[in-house]
């Protein structure tokens, strides 16, 4: 099974505020990790190939420090490492990350299967695997949490639904994105370091992937993005004071609209 | 545009059959697309001889952004339900619609959809297209897509709009990539901007530490997802008149490659921590397994869903769908009830917009507490179960 893994690397959202005077980013400090549910991802199709053979590669859109996750994904079992990374791909939507996924995935070769965390924690989008999956014309499933079975080129699972979960057959190839649920991520080994530090990463740019300038990012963005501001916190905040009696009578009374 | 190689056509009439828009016939022995088509490309794959072709430009300039016109929802439903998020649409559906002067729209699909259109109707849409077929059982997102798409293909609304559940936030991406057009996720706060016509999606980013405001400038329509419980639900009024349409999907159309074999309910009382107006959720204050059994008690009481927080769920003291948090859900109930959770900010992004929250924590400087509408500093065991009496008196 050949299996490409996207992942992106985001800021760490405990360290992301708005700063609500100047309304700018306050990123100093901020650590790039590798997107969680991502690691989720690399993990799934580590397991995948120690069972049925084939390849891992990991792939990801992003400047070049972007490097560091793709080595800290082959310390925990990919093969490959594939970085798209360029200047014009600044201020993509995921309509323009869709494209220029799908474009370096067709650079890349045949695959068996993509996935993809749910969505990315800065974002918070959750459409570039669905979109990504259109942009190659194969289907995919969402918010899977467990992988079956793998049998006749098709794999079952189960996909998270909002009231229980669903047990689905995808045929492959197709593209999956899952949740944190699926499976616990391994810590990297002393043999996979060795392996990301000396491994070297395919840089691939506009023009390998044979990318039409005019989608790539903010000017091949469908959406834009008008204004950031800080979210305002309304409503009172109040420590309840007495005995626990005294507390839980109050708290009642407060709460009696929602009773 | 579609180009067609006279030389290599057959006309041997597959792509006329392939087409969903009726774009394309053969006329003296060779392909002739006409004004319908909408470069969905289907034509191209079924050629057998490579006569078709669409000119890769992938920056997409519709014709005209006026020729869109009208608000459209998708209404989700569910197990013989309308889901309560699409009552929620029709809302602020409403409010787009009458500000634009334009019809508002219902894309309903099921099977077994009984009276669902008539309550859309009463709810505020002036037309419903419903299709109910066994093949909408269960959901797919390419069969879902596939129907959405062809009726905004058709309708030509300027707003799409749907809820941001496990299902729209799923197959809407597809139907917005579908239409080469902008999409935006999990929005909460909609408004058309009075000078041009364009919408103003708002949504949390980051986890909800900002909030941003996108507009999607030049293609049509313009896609949203709107997070549950965020807008206010429509009034109903049975008088009310629409339009009911049977949509009748090609046959093609109803077929998915992923196939669903089993849908498996779970205790959903407590598990549906989306759409419930109350939660009480547990952290690691609760110790083990038997301790959370008393959030579910105060959860009975309140009549609330369970959540928990990344703690109680890594130690298996319940399952991972109630987990709230930056890797689990986003929830916004009327109510939050957080106890024994110290209120590590990858928990706080997934509860801080509920409308009042609760705290109990016996460490004073918990963070939860910096976000608590009201805050009881003390020993959970014994607050809660005095809680728990106390609400049982009031609620009799």
Same mark, same amino acid.
Do not use: I, K, N, S
């Given at each position: 099974m050949n299996i490409i893994v996207c992942v992106k690397q985001v800021p760490d959202a405990k360290d992301v505020r708005l700063d609500p005077k100047t309304n700018t980013m306050a990123r100093e400090g901020v650590e790039a990790i590798m997107n969680p549910f991502d690691r989720h991802a690399v993990e799934e199709g580590v397991r995948l190939k120690e069972h049925h053979g084939g390849t891992v590669t990991v792939l990801s859109m992003g400047p070049p420090q972007a490097e560091a996750i793709l080595r800290e994904a082959v310390s925990c079992g990919a093969d490959e490492a594939v970085l798209v990374s360029d200047r014009a791909f600044a201020g993509a939507d995921t309509w323009a990350t869709t494209y220029t996924l799908g474009k370096a995935i067709e650079k890349i070769g045949p695959f068996d299967l993509i996935l993809c965390g749910k969505q990315a924690i800065d974002g918070d989008t959750a459409q570039v695997g669905p979109g990504l999956a259109k942009r190659l014309n194969i289907p995919y499933v969402s918010y899977v949490r467990k992988i079956t079975g793998f049998e006749n080129d098709a794999i079952l699972l189960h996909r998270l639904m909002d009231d229980g979960y669903d047990e689905v057959e995808i045929p492959l190839p197709g593209l999956l994105t899952v949740v944190k649920e699926i499976n616990e991520p391994r810590v990297p080994s002393l043999k996979g370091k060795m392996k990301a530090k000396s491994l070297s990463i395919k840089t691939l740019n506009a023009g390998d992937i044979e990318a039409d300038a005019d989608s790539l990012g903010l000017p091949g963005s469908t959406t834009q993005v008008v204004k950031v501001f800080a979210p305002e916190f309304k409503g009172e905040r109040a420590m309840l004071e007495g005995t626990v009696d005294e507390q839980v009578e109050q708290l009642v009374n407060k709460l009696e609209p929602y009773l | 545009m579609l180009r067609i190689d006279i030389e290599a056509c057959i006309g041997c009439g597959v792509c006329e059959e392939e087409c969903t828009f009726d774009a394309i016939e053969v006329i003296d022995g060779v392909a002739v697309v006409n004004e319908k088509c909408t470069l969905c490309g289907s034509c191209v794959d079924s050629c057998e001889v490579d006569a078709l072709s669409i000119e890769q430009k992938e920056k997409v300039v519709q014709a005209d952004l006026t020729e869109w016109s009208g608000i459209m929802i998708y209404a989700e439903f569910r197990h013989g339900k309308v889901a309560p998020v699409s009552f929620e649409l029709l809302g602020i559906g409403r409010q787009l619609a009458d500000q634009q002067n334009v019809p508002l729209s219902a894309v309903l699909l099921g099977s077994g959809l009984g009276d669902a259109a008539r309550d859309l109707v009463s709810y505020g849409a002036d037309i419903v297209y419903q299709v109910d077929d066994p093949a909408l059982e269960c959901f797919t997102d390419e069969i879902y897509g596939n129907i959405l798409e062809d009726v905004a293909r058709e309708q030509k609304p300027e707003v799409v709009l749907a809820g941001a559940t496990a299902i729209g936030r799923s197959f809407i991406p597809l139907v917005a990539t579908s239409l080469a057009t902008g999409l935006t996720a999990d929005c909460t706060q909609l408004a058309i +901007? /009075?000078?041009? *016509?364009v919408l103003l999606q708002t949504r949390p980013a980051f986890g909800g530490n900002i909030m941003a405001t996108i507009e999607c400038p030049?293609? +049509? /329509?313009q896609m949203a997802t709107v997070r549950p419980r965020v807008m206010k639900a429509a009034q109903q009024d049975p008088e009310r008149k629409g339009e009911i349409i049977d949509y009748q999907p090609k046959p093609e159309r109803l077929q998915s490659k992923v196939k669903v074999l089993r849908n498996v309910l779970e205790e959903q009382d407590q598990v549906n921590i989306t759409e419930g107006d109350t939660i009480v959720a547990g952290g690691r *204050?609760?110790?083990n397994e038997k301790g959370f059994e008393l959030i579910k008690q105060l959860a009975d009481a309140v009549g609330g869903a369970v959540g928990a927080s990344r703690a109680a769920v890594d130690s298996e003291w319940i399952a991972y769908p109630h987990q709230v948090g930056q890797t689990g859900k986003t929830v916004n109930p009327k109510l939050y009830i957080a106890c024994g959770i110290s209120g590590a900010i990858q928990h706080v992004v997934g509860m801080q917009s509920s409308e009042t929250i609760v705290a109990i924590n016996k460490d004073p400087h918990a963070s939860i507490f910096d976000v608590a509408t009201y805050g009881i500093v003390g020993d959970l065991f014994e607050v809660v179960p005095k809680l728990i009496e106390k609400i049982k008196e009031r609620r009799g």
């Open positions: - | +901007r /009075p000078d041009d *016509g030049h293609t +049509r /329509p *204050g609760l110790d």
